[in-house]
């Protein structure tokens, strides 16, 4: 192919997704890699004496191309995952790891920044300034650069491994997610008791979308998994769903079990490499918790917490089960629907009674309208942008005085190639270009949502209310950015302080000023009666002990896996076993494992990091309380928190931030008065 027609080597502004082609990928990155790595040996054959404009802050300015092709194609690999785009990925990956370990481990180019680390004042910089030095050197450091020829060979060999297996553990995920189906045909509705007429609508339309004649389909993916496990009366279809979900790629042609225990012992191989004693210690030196004893007593003591509240919740569940036919334990394919069916009798309230007041483009725009009261943005959508799909929203969003401020894309629904979950991610950040303009970020939220069917919208969920809150924080966090530098712009910051933004927006979804913008009956148009605020805000803390003590299972497994000082071969159902011993509320499930299917970990950026969702919680329900005192529109408390953290991105040490908009360090005590009361 001839390099200069290929859309993605071009001079584009927007992804041109009407554009590309699969052949395009792999002569792109090949291209846009050449051209990177030859940016970089020109900083480093740099005659004149390094300093930070000709070191530090071209390197940031370099491989910009490479880095909008990478944006768009590994976004799209999660939402559109085809077997030719993990063709190509298996072709790009040992290309992208390559380029990553090319700069890393450029001893010319380490070589500059080293000088300017230790000839420049620290003194002589701005804040921002030594914030991006600062992480440039430790980068470099963090990376390899200081080890011998064999360790650096040792260490690029680690690399290449552990992205090709990574890719592969998601890969499985996928496949196991996406191909199963639970079906019930049309005569066998009386197996489907118990499931609100709704969700069978939503059932019968998958069903006919995957090629059944009639009849009802349920799946993995979390609206057709939760809505099951939730509400059907046959208990032992909803043990077949449990395990189905909870034994993804353990076993089988999609088999995890080894390359779980291959990623976990080549981090520990490479984290002793570079001098640490685990893996978790390597990841934590670069958190606002530095050290795998500080994580482990917050959610120990946490735990301490919250578990004796979870244990009582626990046998309440389980004596009104036994009074409602349950005969014997309650099995964690029980929770769901016992809590469920208790929850409706204790507050007199089912919440799929909510469901009609939380259409999707309703949602939409009161998430929007809070946007403008609290930052003062607008949204005007774009049909003119191209899309990857064709559901694909895309809205420019603009400041008070009409400034174009971001782009943002939102992908709403499932699809078979499209991995599980709700995440924000961009195609491009801010920063400040060499003219001294500001680059419009172009960002991400992606969702897995019900969609509307023939003769009703989409409709949400309180919880899908919430996540779609949290993800929009995160996305307020990317385009409101103000940095200077690309490394430290929007989210990038240490990851136990990015989940703050996006964790305290959930907030505002049990509060009535905020609800009576948009929850309206999508039929009848009547507002969301106030008593049902009132126990929407009951059910927000309803089993919060259990709940909370199941995060805290997720992050206390994550970080047992990356804490092991020795390689390891136990078997994967043995070592959850007895990693979570005290984070186990319900019966232990043979042939289940969390390990083999838990992407964050395995497949993303929280290896040692799951914890970080409980720690930023902690910071939001200390910062939420401002605005609980101040109101929750308050401008000012908006202004103060948009300055001190939205704005700054990675430009100066998370605590320094947090103190600056609260005025103190945080503390656990809103999050206890939050969820306990």
Request: glycine content about 6%; charged content about 20%.
């Amino acid at each position: 192919m001839n390099i200069t027609e290929n859309p993605l080597l071009q001079n584009w502004i927007y992804p041109p997704f009407d554009a590309i082609e699969y052949e395009h990928y792999l002569p792109a990155f090949r291209q846009s890699i050449k051209e990177a790595k030859q940016e970089l040996d020109i900083i480093a054959d740099n005659r004149q004496q390094p300093s930070f404009a000709n070191t530090i802050l071209a390197i940031d300015h370099a491989g910009m191309q490479y880095n909008k092709i990478a944006n768009i194609f590994f976004n799209l690999l999660e939402t559109d995952a085809t077997s030719q785009m993990q063709s190509i990925a298996d072709q790009v990956i040992p290309l992208t790891v390559d380029y990553s370990n090319y700069y890393y481990l450029h001893t010319g180019l380490f070589a500059k920044v080293r000088y300017v680390y230790e000839h420049t004042g620290k003194e002589s910089l701005t804040t921002e300034e030594y914030a991006l030095l600062d992480k440039i050197y430790k980068d470099y450091v963090r990376h390899g650069i200081l080890l011998d020829q064999e360790g650096q060979n040792r260490y690029k060999k680690l690399t290449e491994t552990l992205s090709e297996i990574t890719l592969r553990y998601k890969n499985n995920v996928l496949a196991d997610t996406a191909t199963y189906e639970l079906y019930f045909s049309p005569d066998r509705e009386k197996d489907l008791s118990g499931i609100p007429s709704s969700e069978m609508n939503i059932a019968a339309d998958r069903a006919l979308k995957k090629h059944h004649e009639g009849g009802w389909l349920f799946d993995l993916s979390m609206p057709s998994y939760t809505a099951f496990m939730k509400y059907a009366d046959n208990r032992q279809y909803r043990k077949q769903l449990y395990m189905a979900y909870n034994s993804r790629a353990l076993g089988g042609k999609n088999d995890n079990k080894h390359i779980v225990k291959q990623i976990v012992n080549l981090r520990l191989e490479l984290a002793r490499l570079l001098g640490y004693s685990t893996y978790a210690d390597y990841v934590l030196e670069n958190r606002m918790a530095t050290t795998p004893q500080e994580v482990n007593d917050f959610l120990n003591n946490l735990n301490k917490a919250f578990k004796p509240v979870a244990e009582q919740e626990c046998k309440t569940i389980q004596k009104y089960a036994g009074e409602h036919g349950l005969q014997g334990e309650l099995q964690p394919w029980d929770w769901a629907y016992y809590s469920t069916l208790y929850q409706t009798s204790l507050f007199s309230f089912d919440e799929q009674c909510l469901k009609p007041y939380f259409c999707l483009e309703n949602v939409q725009k009161g998430i929007f309208e809070l946007a403008n009261r609290l930052y003062g943005l607008t949204f005007e959508q774009n049909t003119h942008i191209p899309i990857y799909a064709p559901d694909v929203q895309v809205w420019n969003v603009y400041q008070n005085d009409r400034t174009l401020l971001a782009v943002l894309y939102m992908d709403f629904y499932p699809r078979p190639t499209k991995r599980n979950g709700a995440w924000m991610t961009s195609f491009a950040d801010t920063y400040k270009n060499e003219q001294g303009e500001r680059e419009i970020p172009q960002i991400s939220l992606v969702f897995n949502f019900t969609p509307a069917s023939a003769d009703c919208p989409s409709l949400l969920t309180y919880n899908e209310v919430c996540t779609f809150l949290h993800e929009f924080g995160h996305a307020l966090h990317g385009m409101l950015s103000q940095a200077t530098y690309l490394s430290l712009s929007g989210t990038s910051v240490k990851r136990d302080f990015v989940e703050l933004p996006s964790q305290i927006m959930e907030n505002w979804a049990c509060e009535q000023e905020f609800l009576q913008l948009f929850a309206y009956h999508y039929l009848s148009g009547e507002l969301l009666p106030q008593a049902w605020i009132e126990k929407i805000k009951m059910i927000d803390n309803y089993c919060a002990g259990y709940y909370n003590v199941r995060q805290f299972n997720f992050a206390v497994l994550d970080m047992a896996w990356h804490s092991i000082t020795q390689a390891t071969e136990e078997d994967i159902e043995t070592f959850e076993r007895q990693a979570t011993q005290h984070t186990t509320l319900l019966p232990r499930v043979p042939h289940t494992a969390v390990s083999t299917a838990f992407t964050h970990i395995f497949g993303g950026g929280y290896a040692a990091g799951y914890y970080g969702y409980k720690w930023a919680e902690v910071l939001a329900a200390d910062a939420f309380e401002e605005f609980k005192q101040h109101g929750i529109f308050s401008k000012e408390v908006a202004e103060r928190f948009k300055n001190c953290i939205l704005t700054k991105g990675g430009t100066d040490h998370p605590m320094n931030l947090y103190i600056r908009f609260k005025g103190r360090k945080p503390g656990v005590e809103a999050l206890l008065r939050k969820s306990l009361g």
